[in-house]
T-cell receptor, first 115, second 115 residues
Framework: GAGVSQSPRYKVAKRGQDVALRCDPI?????LFWYQQALGQGPEFLTY????????KSGLPSDRFFAERPEGSVSTLKIQRTQQEDSAVYLC?????????????FGPGTRLTVT | AQSVTQPDIHITVSEGASLELRCNYS??????LFWYVQSPGQGLQLLLK??????LVQGIKGFEAEFKRSQSSFNLRKPSVHWSDAAEYFC?????????????FGTGTRLTVIP
């Protein structure tokens, strides 16, 4: 079956521009996660949805970051007024409920470069 | 605070040689443990997981890992490395506690395989 897909795969933005990153999770996965992976680092948690509810956004680095999942499927991560420090790969992951929650399936990521 | 340590940033092994990648975590209770592999331009793929029970777990692609509670470790092993194993490997930890809605990742170990 289809895995997690993300678009665009690459995004170049000028500092100050707004960007929107899309994630299509695996069909039927109730949990959706966003991670930020800086160069040479492991992924770091940004936010988590269960269906359409955003249950944890403690990892969002600033109020310029906003995520939504209005119908409990596709999710969008929006970054307003991008800064150079926002340059990273943004990974989306999805999983089922219960103990399977921890078995997260990752998309290929969106590489964001802010110039 | 929870933390995951992968002490080896880069490891080089010869094809056919054995491999061990180290992972240590810091937390009071038994966590859920994972190893992921990331090839260039790809998302993270789950290699294996430990929730409970037998401390030696088998994964895909011939990998195995052993949970050692006394050492707070979950090292990844493979008896004979193939050139296609060259990638970045991430250890991750999940905790069954309220509010811990994410995986914590180490900084990764890059594996180079030489002929």
């Amino acid at each position: 079956g289809a895995g997690v897909s993300q678009s665009p795969r690459y995004k170049v933005a000028k500092r100050g521009q707004d960007v929107a990153l899309r994630c299509d999770p695996i069909s039927g996965h109730v949990s959706l996660f966003w991670y930020q992976q800086a160069l040479g680092q492991g992924p770091e948690f940004l936010t988590y949805f269960q269906n359409e509810a955003q249950l944890d956004k403690s990892g969002l680095p600033s109020d310029r970051f906003f995520a939504e999942r209005p119908e409990g499927s596709v999710s969008t991560l929006k970054i307003q007024r991008t800064q150079q420090e926002d340059s990273a790969v943004y990974l989306c992951a999805s999983s089922l409920a219960g103990l399977a929650w921890y078995e997260q399936y990752f998309g290929p990521g969106t590489r964001l470069t802010v110039t | 605070a929870q933390s995951v340590t992968q002490p080896d940033i880069h490891i080089t092994v010869s094809e056919g040689a054995s491999l061990e990648l180290r992972c240590n975590y810091s937390y009071g209770a038994t966590p859920y443990l994972f190893w992921y592999v990331q090839s260039p331009g790809q998302g993270l793929q789950l290699l294996l997981k430990y929730f409970s029970g037998d401390t030696l777990v088998q994964g895909i692609k011939g990998f195995e890992a052993e949970f050692k509670r006394s050492q707070s470790s979950f090292n990844l092993r493979k008896p004979s490395v193939h050139w296609s194993d060259a990638a970045e490997y991430f250890c991750a930890v999940g905790f069954d506690q309220t509010g811990a809605n994410n995986l914590f990742f180490g900084t990764g170990t890059r594996l180079t395989v030489i002929p």
